[in-house]
């Protein structure tokens, strides 16, 4: 069983910065894909970003390339999201999500087993 904690959300004007950050107990970070993905009231549950440092494997959907960046730190076991330049459209419920690690695609960010309660970014014009 992993263990997700999301923090770091909040309320920032269009143009803005935020870092989300993530938490895992259970398995290390570096060992299994993990991601992040957002929802928007009304939208279907979107995947900004996932990466796996086994294999440096890194996605990011169109609409944020450019500005935001994943990384990991596996000494604390936790992944960030930076999120520069922000617009309304970002503003979403932002969730953390890991691979299942005994799952044969734990490294190829197709399918993520366990999500964090999500957290609240909003951007305003």
């Known amino acids: 069983q992993i263990m997700l904690q999301e923090s770091g959300g909040g309320s920032v004007q269009a143009g803005g910065s935020l870092r989300l950050s993530c938490v895992s107990s259970g398995y290390s970070v570096s060992r299994i894909c993990m991601g992040w993905f957002r929802q928007a009231p009304g939208k279907e549950r979107e995947r900004v970003a996932a990466f796996y440092s086994g294999a440096d494997r890194r996605f990011y959907a169109d609409s944020v390339k450019g500005r935001f960046t994943m990384s990991e730190d596996s000494a604390k076991n936790m992944v960030y999201l930076q999120m520069n330049n922000l617009r309304p459209e970002d503003g979403a419920m932002y969730y953390c999500?890991?691979?299942?690690?005994?799952?044969?695609?734990?490294?190829?960010?197709?399918?993520?087993?366990?999500w964090g309660q999500g957290i609240l970014v909003t951007v305003s014009s």
């Open positions: 999500a890991a691979a299942d690690p005994y799952s044969d695609d734990f490294g190829e960010c197709n399918e993520f087993e366990f």
